[in-house]
């Protein structure tokens, strides 16, 4: 029997939850500030995995996420699919509850509806009970926004999923369980006469795995650890969901918390003691390799992650850092991205910029690659390859004010308000040069550029960070500094990512 190695998605694909629709496998993840947003995933033996498409192209309000906010916008998504179609529910710690559905994977899907307003409403998720015809939804509270942490609420919901029935009840005070805290991301199911909560706690980095059980969906619920790290290396095992495939085998998909790389997605295998309760992994610890599912074998797959941009299209796992403008990205007969010089007037903080067109850092040591050629003549124009979290990097092109290019090497550190200089600038007199980032263990970052004589390492190592719930990002951009009138675009193109 063939086996599968954790983790199964080796970069961050935070707080995932799956369902199943006959023989195929979805699964989303949170998105956070980034557009477009929600994730879709597709698989058909739980362990391969490609990425199919976003079910949210912009996040709401529009005018709030017109700048990055990198932590807000979409937390923890659930995934079902009910009536024929599909349905993912996610809190915007900000606003509240959102649901959006479709009737297939591939939508067309609904624009996003508050079924609950208020601060600090997170990790909700629906059941349509079969038994009773009653729907209900769970969610949890974060404390930065309410004021409150460490319990569950439950309501009735209406069947379609547009209201709540009721104001609510406490169904889980995690404060009354000795040793817990932080108890969040509840995923709400039916099984065997019982209702469970699978919900994690503890924090993200060194938590558990817990499950609840009540006769009654309002309770009350006993509770139990099902997953933690035990003698492993995977520290904090957190939130995720069960699936059952049409054989009859259960499964789990969780998180595990790998700083600058984010939250990468592990496989457990899931099984029901003589009790009745869940067990995850072996006896309750995360397993590293473990033999497959029973499911019919497929060929090696994982989200796409180079890209040629064919007639200057990006692919899907390209995502802006907020909502972004047509005018950002221009298509052509060709290939290469050309993205315009877009004026700021902060152009020394990558962080701040809404034009980042970003996508995950791998989790394993590995090489990225990108061409790019500067076509703009404005003075200041500039145009690189970032390695963007609480900290930043990134070496590019950048038009002098002789009119002349130069290839630039910056960074900041957490604290710093600008960016300033990691080597100092060198002429590149063809306005075009090979970028390269070596990510070696612990997310190290070397730069390289090459102008035609070979790589040449550039400036010192640069430790990768994350933000604070969201792995660091690599991300395209183009610049330009205040002014009126078209500025000029560059051109990336070729880009690869490569195991070292």
């Known amino acids: 029997m063939t086996t599968y190695q954790n983790p199964i ?195 993200v980095e060194s938590g558990w795995q817990g499950a609840f059980r009540a006769r009654d969906f309002f309770g009350p619920y006993e509770e139990r650890i099902v997953l933690e790290q035990k003698d492993t290396d995977v520290n904090g095992p957190h939130q995720g969901g069960w699936v059952r495939t049409a054989a009859g085998e259960d499964w789990f998909v969780h998180f595990q918390q790998r700083g600058a790389y984010g939250r990468v997605v592990h496989l457990q295998p899931m099984r029901w003691d003589t009790d009745g309760w869940p067990v995850l992994g072996n006896d309750g610890a995360p397993v590293a390799v473990h033999p497959r599912p029973a499911l019919p074998p497929q060929p090696p797959a994982a989200p796409a992650t180079d890209d040629d941009f064919p007639g200057g299209r990006y692919g899907r796992q390209w995502q802006w850092t907020a909502n972004p403008q047509d005018a950002w990205a221009t298509q052509h007969s060709g290939d290469g991205l050309r993205l315009t010089c877009v004026r700021s007037a902060d152009v020394h903080d990558l962080r701040t910029l809404p034009n980042l067109l970003t996508q995950r850092l791998p989790g394993l040591p590995s090489a990225v690659e990108v061409e790019l050629c500067l076509d703009a003549e404005e003075p200041g124009a500039r145009a690189g390859l970032a390695v963007l979290g609480d900290a930043f990097g990134w070496i590019g092109l950048e038009r002098g004010t002789d009119g002349g290019v130069q290839l630039v090497h910056r960074f900041a550190e957490p604290v710093a308000e600008a960016e300033r200089d990691a080597a100092h600038p060198r002429p590149a007199p063809q306005g075009r040069v090979r970028l390269r980032i070596e990510i070696g263990a612990g997310a190290r970052c070397r730069f390289f550029y090459d102008t035609g004589a070979g790589p040449t390492p550039s400036g010192p190592v640069f430790a990768a960070t994350p933000w604070r719930w969201v792995g660091a990002l690599l991300g395209l951009f183009a610049l330009a500094p205040e002014g009126t009138g078209h500025a000029g675009a560059a051109t990336f193109e070729h880009f690869r990512i490569t195991a070292l």
């Open 9 to 203: 998605l080796n970069a961050d694909w935070s707080d995932p939850d799956v369902v199943r629709v006959g023989d195929d496998f979805y699964l989303t993840a949170s998105s956070f500030g980034r557009a477009p947003g929600l994730p879709l995933l597709h698989s058909r033996d739980l362990v391969n995995w490609t990425l199919v498409g976003h079910a949210l192209e912009r996040l709401e309000p529009e005018a709030e996420f017109a700048r990055p906010r990198h932590d807000c916008g979409v937390w923890a998504p659930s995934i079902r699919h009910h009536d024929g179609r599909f349905w993912i529910f996610w809190g915007d710690p900000d606003q509240g509850i959102f649901q959006v559905n479709a009737p297939e994977i591939l939508g067309p899907w609904t624009r996003p509806h508050l079924l609950k307003a208020g601060r600090g409403l997170i990790d909700p998720c629906p059941l349509w009970d079969d038994d009773s015809g009653e729907a209900y939804l769970v969610h949890a509270w974060a404390r930065s926004r309410a004021g409150v942490k460490n319990r569950l609420t439950g309501h009735r919901m209406h069947p379609d999923a547009t209201s709540l029935l009721d104001e609510g009840k406490l169904i889980v005070d995690a404060d009354g369980i000795p040793g817990w805290f932080t108890l969040e991301g509840p995923k709400l199911y039916r099984h065997d006469g019982w209702f469970w909560i699978l919900a994690p706690a503890g924090g």
